[in-house]
């Protein structure tokens, strides 16, 4: 039980998981439930004005009030907090301040199931597509015009998949780098055009590879008037959309990019844990000294860093790249799973030590 000030708390009256194992389905959350409850927490948790919180939240400050006068006519203010969701929020709120991020939202933990890795990991991407969609559509509806740059992977793919109706004719979406040898329907590229399509919005694809035979021909190639207006669009865009791939040397990600044997060996001995934007990383967030490095073509480490980027991370297996992410100073906001959210707790102290050696 959680007290707060002044005899004002906030309890969580009815459970609304996130994600089940249902016979391999989601049940979907009410969006605007999720909206009360983050609200009154920020608003009675936090202590933060009316006006902080609609910033925080992307909604006007008359759906503000709105919200809180809903959460209490429902009986979801009280003397405290007794909710599973409030240890969800306690936790987002202790990993934002301890890896000085914007904001940190988490989909509460799964329903114990004996369900296979492969259907629980597709949840947990499920899961935070669903998150990251109702996040930032509540986004877009208060801004004007707007740049979004977008990344690749299946988690940014379920975003879009379940992405509410939001018309934002006047956004450009832009991809941050280039195409793989072999796409699996998850390519920056694509991803692009699918977001532009469910937001009628524009879409500026990279019209290029993502890897190259040489640093000569990717530095040439970008010359190029449409890659480079596309790349100058990028590196300007207002926030960013990314997911991360995390390296290891058996994976499918290098096969797809056309990365060689030799040069997976290569990645490995240089420490490679991460691959974020057409960017590899080591496990201190550096960028890696490698050749492979040189011939990507994306927006590159220096424009992603100075970005307002919302990283999206589900799986375990994505932790380690996470961690590398966090210590490049490239996340912004991140939208993860629980499983994540626990690794980047229990490897707090293995991260600070990290970040020293920098």
């Keep these: 039980m959680l007290t707060l000030g002044e005899g004002a708390a906030l309890v969580l009256a009815e459970k609304f998981p996130l994600c089940c194992c249902n016979y391999g389905m989601i049940a979907v959350r009410n969006p605007d439930e999720d909206l009360m409850v983050r609200a009154s927490w920020l608003y009675y948790a936090h202590g933060l004005g009316q006006e902080e919180v609609a910033n925080r939240l992307g909604v006007s400050r008359t759906k503000v009030t709105r919200l809180l006068s809903s959460a209490r006519d429902e009986g979801i203010v009280k003397i405290s907090v007794d909710h599973d969701m409030t240890e969800t929020l306690a936790l987002s709120?202790?990993?934002?301040?301890?890896?000085?991020?914007?904001?940190?939202?988490?989909?509460?933990?799964?329903?114990?199931?004996?369900?296979?890795?492969?259907?629980?990991?597709?949840l947990a991407r499920q899961s935070v597509g669903m998150v990251a969609a109702d996040y930032i559509a509540r986004h877009l509806k208060n801004i004007g015009p707007a740049t979004v740059g977008i990344g690749s992977g299946r988690t940014i793919a379920e975003m879009i998949q379940c992405f509410p109706t939001v018309r934002k004719p006047n956004m450009k979406v832009v991809s941050l780098l280039g195409s793989p040898r072999r796409d699996n329907g998850t390519s920056a590229y694509l991803m692009a055009s699918n977001f532009a399509q469910v937001t009628a919005a524009e879409a500026y694809p990279l019209p290029a590879p993502i890897l190259t035979s040489s640093a000569h021909i990717a530095r040439t190639l970008e010359t190029d008037e449409a890659i480079r207006n596309a790349l100058?669009?990028?590196?300007?865009?207002?926030?960013?959309?990314?997911?991360?791939?995390?390296?290891?040397?058996?994976?499918?990600?290098?096969?797809?990019?056309?990365?060689?044997?030799?040069?997976?060996?290569?990645?490995?001995?240089?420490?490679?844990?991460?691959?974020?934007?057409?960017?590899?990383?080591?496990?201190?967030?550096a960028l890696a000294d490698i050749d492979l490095n040189e011939r990507m073509i994306g927006v590159g480490l220096e424009n992603l860093i100075a970005a307002n980027n919302i990283i999206l991370a589900a799986t375990p297996d994505k932790a380690l790249a996470l961690q590398a992410i966090l210590l490049s100073g490239i996340a912004s906001t991140i939208i993860i799973d629980h499983s994540v959210a626990e690794i980047l707790v229990r490897n707090a102290p293995k991260i600070a030590a990290l970040k020293k050696q920098k």
């Excluded at 890896?99 to 259907?119: A, F, H, K, V």
């Excluded at 991460?274 to 960017?279: D, K, R, S």
């Design 93 to 122: 709120d202790w990993i934002a301040r301890t890896y000085n991020l914007r904001e940190c939202l988490i989909t509460p933990l799964q329903q114990d199931s004996d369900t296979s890795t492969e259907l629980t990991d597709n």
């Design 232 to 285: 100058e669009m990028g590196r300007g865009s207002d926030f960013n959309i990314i997911s991360c791939a995390h390296f290891a040397p058996g994976n499918t990600y290098c096969e797809m990019i056309g990365v060689h044997d030799t040069e997976k060996e290569a990645l490995d001995h240089a420490g490679v844990v991460c691959e974020i934007a057409g960017v590899f990383l080591t496990e201190n967030g």
